[in-house]
């Protein structure tokens, strides 16, 4: 059974930073393209950025330059370093599957960035 754990987020002012990580177990995490989405409040989710399992990214338009995703295959860990965070980034940010057949969704961990 997949297991996605994320954790990291927290309240932020505007401008400011986060990392959040997203543990994985149940799998062969190497071999998946892995991705960060997000859900604000009233929206739908979407995507935010993927990763390859050799290591290729992409980003949506509105995080590209601000957010970068990693993994660390040896721990079965993806990351996704979120900088120069705008009001809007504000969401509940879950990790799953970079494909159309995701597995169950975790818990997820809430970003708020506000003054």
């Known amino acids: 059974q997949v297991q996605l754990m994320e954790s990291g987020g927290g309240l932020v002012q505007p401008g400011g930073s986060l990392r959040l990580s997203c543990a994985a177990s149940?799998?062969?995490?190497?071999?998946?393209?892995m991705a960060w989405y997000r859900q604000a409040p009233g929206k739908q989710r979407e995507l935010v950025a993927a990763i390859t399992h050799g290591g290729i990214t992409s980003y949506v338009d509105s995080v590209k330059g601000r957010f970068t995703i990693s993994r660390d295959n040896a721990k079965n860990t993806v990351y996704l370093q979120m900088n120069s965070l705008k009001p809007e980034d504000t969401a509940v940010y879950y990790c799953n599957a970079a494909r159309s057949t995701k597995w169950d969704w975790g818990q997820g961990t809430q970003v708020t960035v506000s003054s």
């Open positions: 149940g799998m062969i995490f190497s071999i998946y393209a």
